[in-house]
């Protein structure tokens, strides 16, 4: 409904349960519930009209009234990227009328090569601390005490900057890739293109792909098992395997061992939340693990860790120029430490 003039209020309840056995064909009921403003019923006149189409970007866009708008693409912090990326190239390989899902493997080849230069920054980043694992536990054997772990930090700080490490840069490329992840997350249930859009065992890229009909309904899963959401689960769980045998570097046993128990159960999670999502969605998560898997392998054989490591222990035995900012840290650590031996002298 468009009106000339503002409604005084407006809202939709959308009901997910059917309310009679007969609507077994029914995945939803919306309601809406409108009131303008009319004063005289004689007089007052309240224009409005309708639109009946598809909810399909470049066509509400024509309109220039704002309609597209109303797709839901990930608000203001995401939604720049499926406007002026996603659906652009969706919309060029549209006009070779190929499927879908071939569509959707090309974008997730053109995201994963825009995103490989801090992919390929994020492996190194975790290969320099994995190579430098021998001299992290060497400080960990000179510093076992519990109270020493303020000077074990230091340590190991002090020794990744000899030999040019930066534990936060194998962090940094990954949260530059999240806004993609969660824009396609928005992207996927909103693309009218996929609705009614076959590929491979899937009917509909649009919603789940159920390759088996439960009799009964498991909590947080659903009635049905959605094979693309499954595979995807499968991949994840690999990944995060190897990836946890490969980021072992050493470090605080205890947060490692936290993190990659996190690690396992987000997959698991995931398997809930995915199975009555897109199975498009489900797909290029899949595909995006495959890729990965890919790149891993290419980034193995070309990184020798051999080599780096010499080119590190070479660095190491250049001076290292302390910058401002590691000066201050250093002097704040310093004056707590010596604040510390002052209140244990006065208790004694």
Not at 188 to 197: D, G, K, N
Not at 211 to 233: A, C, Q
Request: aromatic share 14%; net charge positive.
């Amino acid at each position: 409904i468009i009106a000339d003039h503002m409604f005084s209020y407006a809202t939709m309840v959308v009901d997910m349960d059917a309310h009679d056995n007969e609507q077994t064909n029914t995945l939803k009921t919306l309601r809406s519930y409108i009131t303008f403003p009319i004063n005289n019923l004689a007089k007052d006149e309240f224009a409005f009209s309708f639109y009946f189409g598809p909810n399909k970007h470049n066509i509400l866009n024509n309109y220039n009234i704002k309609l597209e708008k109303q797709i839901q693409l990930g608000g203001k912090l995401f939604s720049w990227i499926n406007r002026f990326a996603v659906l652009p190239i969706f919309n060029f390989f549209e006009k070779f009328n190929w499927s879908y899902g071939i569509i959707i493997l090309i974008l997730t080849v053109i995201l994963k090569i825009i995103l490989l230069p801090l992919a390929y920054k994020s492996y190194t980043s975790t290969a320099k601390m994995r190579v430098v694992k021998p001299e992290v536990e060497e400080i960990n054997k000179r510093y076992p005490k519990q109270e020493d772990a303020m000077k074990k930090q230091q340590a190991v700080m002090a020794m990744y900057r000899q030999v040019g490490v930066k534990p936060m840069a194998g962090c940094l490329p990954m949260l530059l890739q999240m806004p993609i992840l969660i824009a396609m997350f928005r992207f996927f249930p909103s693309a009218y293109e996929l609705r009614q859009q076959p590929f491979l065992w899937a009917d509909d890229l649009s919603t789940y792909d159920s390759i088996l009909d439960l009799p009964f309904n498991i909590p947080f899963y659903g009635d049905h098992v959605s094979l693309f959401t499954l595979l995807m689960t499968i991949a994840t769980l690999t990944y995060t395997i190897v990836n946890n045998k490969m980021m072992n570097t050493g470090g605080n046993e205890q947060q490692m061992k936290m993190m990659k128990t996190m690690m396992y159960i987000m997959p698991i999670m995931f398997l809930g939340i995915f199975n009555n999502y897109s199975s498009g969605l489900s797909y290029y998560y899949f595909l995006v693990n495959i890729i990965t898997f890919i790149q891993m392998a290419a980034f193995r054989f070309a990184v020798n860790e051999d080599k780096l490591r010499s080119k590190m222990m070479a660095a190491k035995a250049k001076p290292v120029k302390k910058s401002k900012w590691q000066q201050r840290m250093e002097d704040m650590v310093k004056a707590q430490q010596a604040a510390q031996r002052d209140a244990t002298k006065r208790r004694r």
